[in-house]
Each structure stands twice: as structure tokens, then as C-alpha cells.
């Protein structure tokens, strides 16, 4: 069984480019969480999705971040005219039902750096 | 505000020694979870509490929920090299989402 899947495990940017971020559910699950960690410190929640729908985006600022979850394909996180603070590592869970306590099953994550 | 506090923040001990790590905080949360992260990795769930004063064992790991469910521990016996990592803990607040704590990181030696 294939665990949560993202890519790419790296990625390289430099200030004002555009960072997109793939994460490719446990297979049969349709909630996605996306949360970001800064180094040594916890997870910070951004965004929950389930498929074609935004439910909580909360966590994520307002400006230059977008998340989706298409009927067909991996869910997307985008940063766009990315700064340097937003270098952290990025990683989404995949759960089977909305039910918080439900096993959320994440991924390796994304390790984002700005130059 | 919420915060999930947990202590210690770094740890180093010797093989075969106990440890307790602590989760606390001010708010109730529904339930809580303990998670380990390996270098390079996502977070991996270890153990969920839900009712106030639950103990739960998994092998050498014993996990405690506070009476008032806003605080947690994790103890573990006679520490292995295998449990290096960074122990994270995460509540359930009722919202969409987990909330999680700062980390304890874990250094066991040989």
C-alpha cells in the first residue's frame, strides 16, 4: 500500500520565483491537511481539504499561498513570489474521514529554501 | 491563544535509561495524540488518548492524559538507540485540524 506521496522531497528558490508543492493522498482517502514546520519547532496547520473543496484554510496567510485538491490528481500547495520566510518544510496528511482524531498518515514533506 | 508546551525541549540520555517528557497547556483538548519524527520524515503516529487520566502502553512507551485533558506525558523505559527522534505532541480542538506542540528532540546514546 502506498503511503502518502510528495514531491518534489526538495526544492530550490529564489526570491520571487513560484514554489508548487504536490502531495498525492493515501489511496481512497479525500482529506488532505497541509501544515508547515519551521526548524526545530512543531507543526503549524495551514490548509483542509477534501476533494474539489477549501474547508478550513485558516492557517494559511492571505496573501501569495493557495491550496487545492482537483477531483482528478494530487492535491497542489502554491506559493507564489516566494521570500525567505517561507523556507520550512511542508508536509500534508492524508485521512480517511474528517474525524480530527482519525489516524492522519503524512508524508515525507517538502523541504522548501528561498535564496 | 493556544500553546502546547512541551519539556524538555532537548534531551541526551544513555541507553537503558527511563525518560518522561511532558505536553501541557492551558486549553481542554478532545483528545491528543504523540507522534515520533525521524530526520527527513514526516511525523508518525504513536498513540491517541481520548478520556481524561488514560494510560495507554506500546511496549516501553507509556502515555498518560491529564485527569483536566489539558496535559500529557510519555514515558519511556530503558531508552534504545531506535527511539532517538522528535517527539511531538497534538490536540484535538474541536476545529478542522491538529494543534501541535513544540517538540521534545531525543538523543539517545550507545
Known sequence: ???????????????GQEARLRCSPVK????VYWYRQLPEEGLKFM??????NIIDESG????????????????????????RGDSAA????????????????????????VL | TQLLEQSPQFLSIQEG?????YCNSSSVFSSLQWYRQEPGEG????VTVVTGGEVKKLKRLTFQFGDARKDSSLHITAAQTGD??????????GANNLFFGTGTRLTVIP
Not at chain 1, 494559511?60 to 513570489?81: D, H, N
Not at chain 1, 482524531?101 to 522548501?112: A, K, S
Open chain 1, 1 to 15: 500500500n502506498a503511503g502518502v506521496m510528495q514531491n518534489p522531497r526538495h526544492l530550490v528558490r529564489r526570491r
Open chain 1, 28 to 31: 481512497g482517502h479525500s482529506h
Open chain 1, 47 to 52: 490548509v483542509y481539504l477534501q476533494k474539489e
Open chain 1, 60 to 83: 494559511m496567510p492571505k496573501e501569495r499561498f493557495s491550496a487545492e485538491f482537483p477531483k482528478e490528481g494530487p492535491s497542489i500547495l502554491r506559493i507564489q513570489q516566494v521570500v
Open chain 1, 90 to 113: 511542508y508536509f500534508c496528511a492524508s485521512s480517511p474521514s474528517r474525524v480530527v482524531r482519525e489516524t492522519q498518515y503524512f508524508g515525507p514533506g517538502t523541504r522548501l529554501l
Open chain 2, 17 to 21: 535509561e527511563n525518560l518522561t517528557v
Open chain 2, 43 to 46: 511525523p508518525v503516529l504513536l
Open chain 2, 84 to 93: 532517538t527522534g522528535l517527539y511531538l505532541c497534538a490536540g484535538e480542538t
